[in-house]
């Protein structure tokens, strides 16, 4: 670059001679300087640019001290050459700190483009695994129900033989026999229980209905209808706050209510256990608690539990398969809310759960 501005401005100086002599100094030519100068500095480097400069300063001088047109006094006119010079550079300086910003914004923008096509591809990538994610949930759903289901109709026939071998012949056999066929019964009804739990969880989304306006007092009216007998029985208080119309699935959130609710009976070992249901209005979203007086949880079960089959008691002391918690989570999340339990071991449990208020739609009149 430097060479090209090299023969630029003896190319300008050599016009700048002649233009000098013809028009006898009148007609100025000496902007044109400026050019390879500024094309140096652009396209090269400051360095260049005050090289080529001195340059350019040097020739504008020799080509007015050979063309004869220069001051009477010889100082002024080395003067002028200087004030040129100072010009030159400080245009140089100036160009070079405009390129400098313009290179570091460019850069940012090719940075931040960079960044952006980055951002693109990962929320594709992201947008692709999530799809994956739902496929493969629901094939694991659709297959889970296909097996559970399956899987039923043998499990009863061996519970159909081996409680008629017993009822048959139970009493050629010994008592060693006989205690083997009751346990192999014992373990065929476990195993269905645990079938049939399975089928409840596959049907959360296999069977799930729409949602709809769904007044939670009629909702916790259905589930003291359904558990009247376990209430009377085990002398349960059951109490609640004045409740609210959510968007839901109104059988699915029967069944959640009812899974806490007989959780904190289950889970009680005072003679009355009392059972408290409250809500909250949180920013659009109702945050629902069952408040019992129970044995209660250490805080080290608190996320385990709503996983399938998982208890935290002896499978004899309390009754049940360890899929009510997780049912629980499923019917929640199929709402589009989180559930959670707040406890203490021997201080009583608190289930909260979130799930979108109804809000009835406003007309003008
Ligand atoms: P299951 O009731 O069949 O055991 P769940 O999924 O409903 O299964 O509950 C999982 C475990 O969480 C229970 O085994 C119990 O240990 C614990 N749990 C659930 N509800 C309560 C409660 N209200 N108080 C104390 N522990 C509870």
Redesign the pocket.
């Known amino acids: 670059m430097i060479f090209i501005g090299v023969i630029l401005l003896l190319a300008i100086g050599s016009l700048d001679f002649l233009i000098d002599l013809i028009t006898t100094g009148q007609l100025s030519f000496s902007i044109f300087y400026l050019l390879p100068i500024l094309l140096v500095t652009w396209y090269s480097d400051r360095k260049s640019g005050i090289e080529i400069s001195m340059f350019g300063a040097l020739v504008w001088h020799v080509s007015g001290i050979i063309s004869g047109y220069i001051h009477s006094d010889h100082l002024l006119y080395y003067w002028n050459t200087a004030v040129r010079l100072g010009f030159f550079m400080i245009t140089v300086i100036i160009l070079s700190k405009l390129k400098e910003t313009l290179e570091a914004r460019t850069k940012f923008i090719f940075l931040l483009q960079s960044t952006l096509d980055d951002l693109k591809r990962t929320r594709v990538e992201l947008e692709k695994r999530a799809q994956e994610l739902e496929r493969s949930n629901a094939d694991l759903e659709q297959f889970a129900f296909v097996a559970a289901h399956d899987l039923r109709s043998p499990l009863i026939t061996i519970g159909g033989y081996i409680n008629r071998l017993r009822r048959e012949y139970g009493g050629s056999l010994d008592d060693k026999a006989n205690e083997m066929i009751s346990l192999a019964f014992k373990n065929v009804i476990w195993m269905e229980s645990l079938i049939k739990s399975l089928l409840s969880y596959a049907r959360i989304e296999a069977k799930g209905k729409k949602f709809e306006p769904t007044d939670m007092k009629e909702v916790v009216e259905s589930v003291l209808a359904n558990l009247q007998g376990t209430i009377k029985d085990r002398n349960a208080k059951i109490t609640c706050d004045d409740l609210v119309t959510v968007m839901a699935d109104k059988a699915q959130i029967i069944q959640l209510i009812q899974?806490?609710i007989e959780?904190?009976i289950?889970?009680c070992d005072k003679e009355c256990p009392e059972i408290h249901l409250s809500v909250k209005r949180d920013e659009g979203e109702c945050v629902f608690s069952v408040n019992?007086n129970?044995?209660?949880?250490d805080a080290e079960?608190f996320d385990k539990?709503f996983g399938i089959f998982?208890?935290?008691?002896e499978k004899s002391e309390?009754s049940?398969?360890?899929?009510?918690?997780?049912v629980s989570r499923k019917i929640v999340e199929r709402h589009g809310g989180r559930i959670w339990v707040e406890?203490e071991k021997g201080k009583g449990?608190t289930?909260f759960f979130t799930i979108s208020e109804f809000v009835p739609a406003k007309f003008d009149t």
Do not use: P
Request: net charge positive; hydrophobic share 35%.
């Open positions: 899974n806490l959780n904190s289950k889970f019992d129970g044995i209660g949880l079960h539990i998982k208890r935290v008691n309390y049940g398969t360890g899929i009510g918690l997780a406890s449990s289930f």
